[in-house]
């Protein structure tokens, strides 16, 4: 069978596989009821073989004479075709089934490598739609990538732009939607108060820096430290991360503040405040209001969500549908409302940020970065939301990673992107990644915010009142974590330090406040992930995904596996060694039967960053030295996470002192910034723009008449990462 008859046959096949029904050709002679006679051994006509029968379209006068027109066979023949075929419209709106993967109208594409002659000579598969590289679903080259946007979410912020453009727009990735009988969840604070009581506690016991000549000989020295050598006690961990800053602070031969932390609790008690009007403040924040004549709106994207006074409007409700690096289940409770807000959210500001309104996606090409690890059917997911609902041309798919690497214009190194609420690791080599090294942490730059927090407030905090679920007051804790927050021993001095806090229908008030050691303290909250409470991260997950159902055969591993992606590994897991239990045999049948995997090792609520970083670079090389060296010393730190003075150093100290690096003689470990000076916070955004402008990027566009006819499939074919 020919290429063009094998597309023929396929793309008609649904359609034809009642035509037997309504062929006039006459059937087979029925056999008869007796049993045939036997012919001898030597009979010739024993040697030829019967042709096969076809049902061909021959007119009515080349039909046998003799058939038995009143045979049941001939009857059916004769009958009319089924109205139902003949009148069933092409395709059928179903607006109720919006965002579902499954087809209405019935599955009806076969496995296309068991129909074409050469399966046994080739392993490249073919379906329907456009070829890879067709022009229909490329961008136009004469517009010079005009026509390609670039998206890259993340949890807390979604930087979208053209891939002609320089720098993305950066939106934050919310949206405030009027519910309807649903009551606002509670305001509470509950896991940075408990951390600054704890703070407090242990700081009425022993004060968190002492002289360095009082205890030369008592100061511990730093062990190798592993996995399994980390308690997770949150008092243990506090005296961890100030026994941390008294080593380095005696390696930096830096004197500490005597009485500093007195000196601090006094002054904040008795903090000045200040009440400055509207006109006076240059940062007044336009807060957004809602008119109460008209119809309210269904929902706001942005920056007017976070301007929202919920106060004032207990009708609305702000979610985040993408939370710790993947879909929020959390506060969901169906994949599909999780889609309809990030298609909203998307729209939206393509349309306010870009100027290009919705009806014209049709003209435009998307590129889609997404998290390292991150489910299968999740990725089928948004590709349907982008080719489907929002109507681009085509779409492209590519991993973080692998984006950050050809942002920073390196082919090998280990990248360690630090976002709001995730941190990833990853060796790549050449572009591609090693998927034994990489790892996901649902710790990230907002726990360093909760952290830093906690801190303040055991320290008698001038803003008491701080509600970090209130949007303005988390805006206001994050700002002063990414101007007071530094890892450098000559900063840490007692300073004084004045903050401006704007709440609705109220005056500006400025405040002063001291602070002393836990601008250094809070970022070390990384390193020992003791002092978070994990207990948020997994705590209300639904389970989306079905272990029953595939869409390609490539996930039949992950569904016999029962790997739910939205659930982080327990805390107690990481102290213990991955249990792969052994093959048994049932007493009825010796066969051995494959062991119940558990959930995938690499993915946790909290774990060790310098831990996690001498793991993923020991799986990625293996036995090789020279690649392990050669990791060690290309570390890229990317994302917002890790945008604080002197981190990299103390990274690089603390990946030193592990027990993978040890053991390995490793000499010299290098965390190196973004190259060229670009904001590490945009380097895998530029990445994706960096990848759509490559000659290999022509045949990684997938197209909507192809993703709707074979699916899944698709990216085994036309991404680098499946």
Not at 402 to 421: E, K, N, P
Not at 522 to 541: D, F, G, M, Q, S
């Amino acid at each position: 069978m020919g290429d063009g008859g094998s597309n023929a046959f396929l793309r008609n096949l649904s359609q034809k596989k009642y035509a037997w029904m309504q062929s006039t050709a006459p059937p087979p002679e029925p056999a008869p009821s007796k049993q045939p006679e036997k012919r001898p051994v030597d009979d010739p006509a024993r040697s030829l073989k019967k042709p096969r029968h076809t049902i061909s379209r021959r007119s009515t006068d080349e039909s046998p004479k003799t058939s038995d027109k009143g045979s049941p066979a001939r009857k059916l023949h004769s009958r009319t075709p089924s109205p139902v075929l003949d009148e069933m419209p092409s395709t059928v709106k179903q607006p109720r089934f919006k965002y579902t993967t499954f087809p209405v109208k019935g599955f009806n594409i076969l496995p296309t490598r068991n129909v074409t002659s050469g399966f046994d000579r080739t392993d490249t598969s073919y379906f329907p739609g456009n070829k890879a590289g067709a022009e229909e679903i490329a961008p136009n080259p004469e517009d010079e990538w005009h026509d390609t946007i670039v998206i890259h979410p993340g949890s807390r912020n979604l930087r979208i732009g053209r891939s002609s453009e320089a720098f993305p727009r950066t939106v934050p990735h919310v949206i405030a939607r009027r519910m309807k009988g649903v009551a606002p969840p509670p305001v509470a604070a509950v896991d940075v108060a408990e951390t600054a009581a704890a703070v407090a506690q242990h700081s009425d016991d022993e004060s968190p820096l002492s002289s360095p000549e009082e205890d030369d000989d008592d100061a511990p020295a730093r062990a190798a430290v592993d996995a399994h050598s980390l308690g997770y006690n949150r008092d243990e961990a506090l005296r961890e991360i100030k026994n941390e800053l008294k080593l380095r602070m005696k390696a930096a031969k830096r004197r500490a503040v005597p009485n500093a932390e007195s000196q601090v609790v006094g002054f904040n008690t008795q903090a000045y405040q200040e009440t400055i009007p509207d006109h006076n403040d240059p940062y007044k924040v336009e807060w957004t209001e809602i008119d109460k004549t008209e119809e309210p709106p269904e929902y706001v994207v942005g920056d007017k969500a976070l301007n929202l006074p919920i106060a004032d409007n207990p009708e609305y409700r702000l979610m985040y549908p993408w939370k710790y690096g993947t879909l929020n289940s959390q506060d969901y409770e169906s994949v599909e409302a999780v889609l309809g807000d990030l298609q909203a959210i998307w729209t939206e500001t393509i349309r306010s940020e870009l100027d290009i309104e919705e009806k014209t996606f049709e003209n435009y090409n998307a590129v889609l970065v997404i998290p390292d690890l991150f489910a299968r059917r999740y990725t089928c997911e948004l590709l349907t939301m982008l080719l489907r609902f929002m109507k681009f041309r085509g779409a492209l798919v590519q991993q973080e990673s692998a984006c950050a690497a050809f942002g920073a214009g390196v082919s090998s190194a280990c990248v360690v992107d630090i976002g709001s609420q995730k941190t990833s690791v990853a060796c790549i080599e050449d572009g591609v990644c090693f998927n034994d090294s990489r790892m996901m942490i649902a710790t990230g730059g907002d726990d360093i915010t909760k952290t830093f927090t906690s801190f303040l407030l055991a320290n008698r905090f001038p803003y008491s009142d701080i509600n970090l679920t209130r949007a303005y007051d988390w805006r206001l804790a994050q700002e002063l974590k990414e101007k007071w927050c530094t890892m450098n021993e000559a900063d840490i001095s007692v300073q004084v330090y004045d903050f401006f806090v704007r709440v609705p229908r109220q005056p500006t008030k400025k405040f002063q406040c001291k602070v002393y050691d836990e601008v250094f303290l809070a970022p070390l909250c990384l390193v020992y992930p003791a002092i978070l409470n994990a207990k948020e991260k997994t705590e209300h997950t639904k389970i989306w995904s079905s272990t029953n159902v595939i869409d390609d055969i490539a996930d039949e591993a992950h569904a016999i596996q029962g790997t739910i992606p939205t659930v982080w590994q327990p805390q107690r897991s990481q102290l213990e060694p991955p249990f792969t239990p052994a093959y048994n045999t049932t007493p009825n049948n010796s066969t051995p039967q494959p062991p119940a995997i558990p959930e995938r090792s690499n993915m946790y609520d909290v774990y060790p960053i310098d831990v996690a970083i001498a793991e993923s670079i020991r799986s990625a090389a293996g036995s090789s030295d020279d690649r392990l060296k050669r990791f060690f010393t290309n570390i890229i730190l990317v994302g917002g996470g890790g945008m604080i003075s002197n981190f990299n150093r103390v990274l690089e100290d603390r990946i030193l002192s592990t027990v993978i690096a040890r053991s390995s003689a490793i000499e010299r470990v290098e965390v190196l910034p973004a190259p060229r000076e670009l904001d590490p916070r945009l380097l895998m955004w530029k990445g994706g723009s960096v990848l759509s402008k490559l000659d290999i990027a022509k045949e990684m566009w997938i197209g909507q008449e192809e993703w709707d006819l074979v699916g899944a499939r698709c990216l085994r074919d036309r991404a680098l990462f499946v």
